[in-house]
């Protein structure tokens, strides 16, 4: 049973700042050191000071980028940039966006979700990807310090009535208290819905739900032992994206590999060693690539190495398991001691192998959203950076303050 609820959010006051897309962010784990020099300048309150603030020279252990974040959260609602709403509330999120010509728009709602443990009888909610040690740490640090939820998890239900859509969509029809476009071109449209009766529906309809956890593994994990070290009733959920498996808009992009570290013998003789266990085709450009690619059968998996300047095109027959698992364990895991990056970026993912900073790219075609379903509601995970979600839900629209 998913238990969400309704909270009193905080948000940026409209009289103090008056252009809200310079003051918002994506999630952490996505905001390069450019972007992160780049969200700093829009503006001297953007989210990112608190969310991924820059180290400085001379930090330690009493002054530094979690403790900065503390003060910036205290500060600013000091000064009523930021201000808590009055009355517990929803928050609708409709995303417009433009992808291979076509405009495309995802609609979602902001609400607390209960947390719980992963992999029992009663689980409610499920993981599809393992997580690593560092970003929990880093996440650790930060809720310890700040005591907040900056930016949502992004969960996965499945409304096949439509009647959560539906009650969605009523409550769009009022102008939103924000319309605005993030730095990533994203049209995003914001609402606050307070009225008890339709939260109370909302929440009802969500009780029978099974959710899966697109993005936000580390922050739910971290969230949930911060419940347990805090044990208050606030503490026990986390701010939450919520959007519908069966709604438009949802959008997995490809998440290509770029491997380094090889040596020169091993890229070498790397063709014929994967003949072992693919069908090997030439392929003559980019355009080509994404031709080959788009061709695969529901029986197989297909995928493109990037290696001196050729692109080959890979065939596996038989595929029984995710195209990232095949691709991990036989084309990644043989090499022994590499060093490995993920991209959406097809051209970043090329360049970095024709610059000679990774000796080979595997290109890949996205994960369907019903497998990430599948594997995480049969209690399985898929290798690390499977999948990316499109657009990113933005940190900034509203948070989560104990």
């Known amino acids: 049973m998913a238990n969400i609820a309704p909270f009193k959010g905080t948000r940026y006051n409209q009289d103090k700042i008056k252009d809200f897309s310079k003051v918002v962010a994506p999630p952490y784990d996505v905001i390069s050191k450019d972007e992160q020099d780049e969200l700093y300048k829009m503006s001297e309150y953007n989210i990112v ?3 991924f603030g820059k180290d400085l020279a001379g930090d330690n252990e009493n002054e530094n980028r979690y403790t900065r974040a503390k003060k910036y959260l205290k500060a600013w609602q000091e000064k009523a940039v930021l201000k808590k709403d009055t009355e517990p509330s929803i928050y609708i999120n409709l995303q417009e966006f433009k ?3 076509k405009i ?4 979602g709602f902001i609400a607390l979700l ?3 443990e992963f992999d029992t009888e009663k689980s409610s909610i499920y993981p599809h990807e393992n997580t690593l040690a560092a970003p929990k740490e880093d996440r650790a640090k930060l809720i310890h310090s700040i005591e907040a939820n900056l930016g949502p998890i992004f969960a ?3 409304d096949p009535s439509r009647v959560i859509a539906d009650l ?5 029809k009022l102008k939103p208290i924000a319309d605005i476009f993030d730095n990533h071109g994203v049209r995003n449209k914001f609402w606050r819905v307070s009225d008890k009766k339709i939260l109370d529906k909302l929440c009802s309809y969500m009780k029978d739900k099974k959710l899966f956890i697109a993005d936000g593994h580390h922050r739910y994990e971290v969230g949930l032992a911060f419940s347990k070290f805090k044990k208050g009733p606030k503490y026990g959920y986390i701010l939450t994206y919520f959007t519908d498996l069966l709604g438009d808009g949802l959008v997995i992009l490809p998440y290509h590999r770029i491997v380094g570290g090889l040596d020169k013998a091993i ?3 790397l063709e014929n060693s994967l003949k072992k266990n693919f069908i090997v085709k030439p392929l003559k450009s980019k355009i080509a690539l994404k031709a080959f690619l788009a061709k695969v059968a529901p029986t197989e998996a297909r995928f493109v190495i990037y290696a001196a300047k050729k692109f080959t095109g890979l065939i596996f027959k038989d595929k029984k398991d995710l195209d990232v698992t095949i691709a991990k364990n036989l084309i990644i895991d043989p090499l022994g001691k590499i060093f490995i990056d993920f991209t959406k970026d097809l051209d970043y993912a090329i360049k970095e192998v024709n610059i000679g900073k990774f000796s080979f790219a595997i290109l890949v075609n996205p994960v369907k959203i019903t497998e990430i379903r599948d594997v995480a509601f049969r209690g399985s995970r898929m290798p690390q950076k499977s999948t990316y979600f499109y657009p990113k839900a933005l940190t900034g629209l509203v948070i989560n303050v104990f």
């Open 49 to 51: 000071r608190m969310l």
């Open 168 to 172: 969605i969509k009523n409550e769009m």
């Open 156 to 158: 996965i239900f499945e």
């Open 104 to 107: 495309k728009r995802r609609i």
């Open 99 to 101: 992808l291979d010509g």
């Open 114 to 116: 209960k947390l719980e």
């Open 267 to 269: 890229l070498t003789g």
